[in-house]
């Protein structure tokens, strides 16, 4: 990842309006704060929450709190909780979330 020139910044995410979006069940609510090509997201998932699709987008992803499960194309299933990362290239391995009581991530992509 090269994250291009841009002035030190210190974004204060309560300024910052969330959006909802359904999954297959529950929701996905989003902080996005953009700087470049760069995605700065903070993302909670509802109790209960079924991504709708399958992401082939890079992330690096920390968990602030709860805990998901992330199931690639494959198969293959990871849980994420608290002071966990996971870290996936653009376009390498299909995955999708999940989480039964819901989690708080920081996420960059």
Do not use: C, L
């Given at each position: 990842?090269?994250?291009?020139?841009?002035?030190?910044?210190?974004?204060?995410?309560?300024d910052i309006e969330a959006e909802?979006?359904?999954g297959t069940t529950g929701t996905a609510t989003r902080k996005i704060f953009q700087m470049g090509d760069t995605r700065i997201r903070m993302v909670e998932y509802s109790a209960?929450?079924?991504a709708d699709h399958w992401c082939h987008k890079g992330h690096i992803i920390y968990c602030?709190?709860?805990e998901?499960?992330?199931e690639l194309e494959d198969g293959r299933q990871f849980t994420l909780s608290q002071g966990m990362t996971y870290h996936v290239g653009d376009n390498s391995e299909a995955h999708r979330?999940?989480?039964a009581n819901g989690c708080k991530l920081f996420v960059v992509d």
């Open positions: 990842m090269e994250i291009k020139a841009f002035p030190f910044q210190t974004p204060d995410w309560s909802t979006h359904p209960n929450y079924f602030i709190s709860g998901m499960v992330t979330s999940r989480s």
